[in-house]
C-alpha cells in the first residue's frame, strides 16, 4: 500500500511547473549553508542532499522568479537542518533545553539589527535581510511569528517524547500543525506569488483556520511518506505511529487509516476554502491558489525524495 501513496492522495487539479534545475537550487542552498557553518561535515551534506529543499521549493513555487524560488530553497533547508540537529537530535527528549535554544533566535525574529555568530542564527539573519529586498517588514514579522509556531509544535512533540507517552490523534494533530514547519511556507506562498496579504486579513480568523487545516493536511502527506522511515525509531510520532499504537493496529491497516484522516482534514480545508472564496480579494486567491500547487507539489516531492522512500 504504500508504494501507491502519490495515486491514493487525490488534490484539487492545478497547473504543474517545473522547468528549475533542481541540482543548482540545492547547490547554491548547501554553499550558503555550509558558509556559516550550519554544515559541520560529510554527514551533514549528505543528509540535507537526501531531503532534496531544491526539488521541494521548485515543486511548490515553481512558477515564481530565480531568485525567490532560491529564497525558498534556502528557509526550506534551514528549517529541515535546525529540526535534525535539535528538536530530532540534541534536544530530542528535553523539551526544556529545546525551548531555550528556540529562545536563542529572538533577536533574529525580532529583526534586531544585532551581530550574532551562532551558524543557525547568522544564516537566518542574512536569509531575513534578502528576504526584506522582495518584502516589507511586516510581511517578515508574521514569518517570524511562524517559525515561533513550530519551535512551539517542536516543543509539545519533545514533551511527549520525554514522559514516554503516546499522544492522542487529537493531542498529535493539535501540536502538529505547528511542528511540521509549514506555517512559513504558507508566508513564502505570498512572497512567491508577490501578493503579500494585509495583516488584518492574513490573521482574521478564517484564513487562519484555512492555514491551519491546510498545515494539517500537508502534516498528514508527509506522515503517510514518511511512516516507513519513522516505523524504524520507537520514540518517533506521526499520524500512522499514533493510530497503530491507540488503536491495535499493524502497518498496513494503521497507514490505511492514516489516508483517511489526511482525506477527511483535506475535505474539512476545501469546505472552508469555499467559504474564503466568496469574497477573497486577488491577493488571497493567489494565496489559496499556492496551497494547491502545495499540496501537489509536496505529494510529488514525498514520494521522490531519498529521504522518505530509501531510509537508512
Avoid at 33 to 48: K, P, S, W
Avoid at 55 to 80: E, H, M, N, P
Wanted: net charge negative.
Amino acid at each position: 500500500m504504500w508504494e501507491s501513496l502519490r495515486h491514493q492522495l487525490k488534490y484539487p487539479e492545478t497547473v504543474f511547473v517545473q522547468d528549475r534545475d533542481t541540482d543548482a537550487l540545492d547547490r547554491v542552498t548547501l554553499q550558503w549553508l555550509d558558509r556559516f557553518g550550519v554544515i559541520r561535515d560529510t554527514a551533514d551534506q549528505r543528509t540535507l542532499l537526501r531531503i532534496q529543499p531544491g526539488k521541494l521549493a521548485a515543486y511548490a513555487f515553481g512558477y515564481t522568479d530565480a531568485a525567490r524560488v532560491q529564497l525558498c530553497s534556502d528557509l526550506i533547508a534551514w528549517l529541515f537542518a535546525f529540526d535534525d540537529r535539535f528538536a530530532d537530535g540534541l534536544c530530542r527528549f528535553d523539551p526544556e533545553a529545546l525551548a531555550r535554544k528556540h529562545r536563542e533566535y529572538d533577536p533574529v525574529l525580532d529583526l534586531e539589527a544585532i551581530v550574532v555568530d551562532e551558524p543557525f542564527a547568522a544564516s537566518l539573519q542574512e536569509l531575513y535581510g534578502r528576504f526584506l529586498e522582495h518584502a516589507p517588514a511586516r510581511w517578515l514579522r508574521r514569518l517570524s511569528a511562524s517559525i515561533r509556531r513550530y519551535f512551539r509544535g517542536c516543543e509539545l512533540e519533545t514533551g511527549f517524547r520525554d514522559s514516554g507517552k503516546t499522544p492522542t490523534l487529537e493531542q498529535y494533530l493539535g501540536y502538529r500543525h505547528g511542528s511540521i514547519g509549514v506555517y512559513p511556507m504558507l508566508d513564502l506562498i505570498e512572497l512567491a506569488q508577490q501578493a503579500i496579504l494585509p495583516d488584518a486579513l492574513a490573521t482574521s480568523h478564517l484564513v487562519e483556520e484555512g492555514r491551519r487545516l491546510s498545515n494539517l493536511t500537508l502534516a498528514v502527506t508527509n506522515d503517510l511518506f514518511s511512516s516507513r522511515k519513522e516505523s524504524l525509531e520507537d520514540e518517533s510520532f506521526n499520524t500512522v505511529m499514533v493510530v497503530a499504537r491507540a488503536e491495535g493496529l499493524d502497518f498496513d491497516a494503521a497507514l490505511a487509516r492514516g489516508v483517511q484522516v489526511h482525506d477527511q482534514l483535506l475535505q474539512s480545508y476545501l469546505d472552508l476554502e469555499k467559504r474564503l472564496l466568496a469574497d477573497a480579494t486577488p491577493a488571497l486567491k493567489k494565496l489559496l491558489e499556492g496551497i494547491h500547487v502545495w499540496f501537489d507539489g509536496n505529494r510529488r516531492w514525498s514520494s521522490e525524495c531519498p529521504r522518505y522512500n530509501h531510509p537508512g
